[in-house]
């Protein structure tokens, strides 16, 4: 197994210790209902990811994703926080490209085998009831906007230093130097 396969393994089991809302981050007022997509707590075939619309093919599959479901049952949209581990400079460059501000508008595909099972091993509440947008059982797969993007890179502190010194974030984008693979 090589060493990025050992990263991305390392990376997904942490990040399955987050549980469904993101450590840190605090409720806002209003209704919110913040689902742990990725990664799955079993191998399954369908979670959620996003994708720019319009396109049948090309999807992102960030290592960590987290949906906050908001709106109502006319209006909803989510609201996504994505977590993307980079053991090389390269990894980096091609993950940022994914969620660059010249992407226009983004979709969240929440496959129905998803939304239909419960929110966790401990929680049997089905993920759509505990979503708060969906007025009754979905029977298929449901395409949401996104309302607003935010993406941790982690990455290899060398590639973290030489990042600070000559790259400028964008506004969505936050950074993290990993330590022997990721930081707690």
Known sequence: MSALELLDRLV???????????PGVKPRQGRE?????RPAD????????????GSTKLRTLPDGLWLNFGGNFTEPYVDILAIEACGTLQNLLDKRSRFAPSTHSLLAVCPLDWLVAPVAPDDTTPRWQAARVFSRPPTQATCLPVREVRVLNG?????????LRHN????????????????S
């Open 12 to 22: 997904k089991r942490r990040l399955r210790r987050w549980g469904q809302r993101p």
């Open 33 to 37: 209902a913040w689902l742990r997509g």
């Open 42 to 53: 079993e191998p399954a075939n369908g979670n959620p990811f996003p994708k720019i619309p």
């Open 155 to 163: 990455m290899k502190n060398r590639h973290f230093q030489d990042f």
């Open 168 to 183: 400028m974030p964008h506004a969505h984008e936050f950074f993290e130097g990993m330590v022997a693979g990721f930081s």
